[in-house]
């Protein structure tokens, strides 16, 4: 345990620079820490990514989505398709998964314990 301590402030004393020189030499694999937000804004990982493609969501707002991760070799790639709304598919899943007939399916709904999308929206 003392050995990992003092590995361990051995790295914290020295910057990312120089941390990043000394592991290379190792053959360390290593990076820089990244955000979610660094991660949708990488050109290679996201924009330049065929299984990556910008869908208007429910929301309203446009942001990248993944699609397939593989594809079959004859077929083209199809694109990302939004998420779903919430509630969306509630009476699809009761009905189909759970057996639940549609009477019982619209008490849930009525008494608002099972939601669905707005009407309209």
């Known amino acids: 345990m003392y050995k990992l301590l ?12 120089t941390l990043a020189v000394l592991l290379d030499a190792k053959g360390i694999v290593h990076s820089r820490y990244r955000t979610m ?17 910008t869908v208007e969501n429910p929301s309203g707002a446009h942001y990248p989505a ?15 398709l939004p998420a779903p709304r919430n ?4 009476e699809q899943v009761l009905a ?19 939601g669905v999308p707005a009407t309209g929206s």
């Not at 009477?103 to 849930?108: S, Y």
Request: hydrophobic share 45%; aromatic share 2%.
């Open 6 to 17: 003092c590995g361990l402030s051995a790295i914290a004393a020295r910057d990312h620079a």
């Open 37 to 53: 937000l660094d991660a949708a804004n990488d050109r290679v990982l996201v924009a330049e990514n065929p299984i990556f493609g």
């Open 66 to 80: 993944a699609g397939a991760f593989a594809t079959i070799p004859q077929i083209d790639r199809q694109p990302p």
């Open 87 to 90: 509630g969306e598919h509630s």
């Open 96 to 114: 189909d998964r759970l057996g639940l007939p549609s009477k019982q399916i619209a008490h849930l709904i009525d008494a608002g314990i099972v």
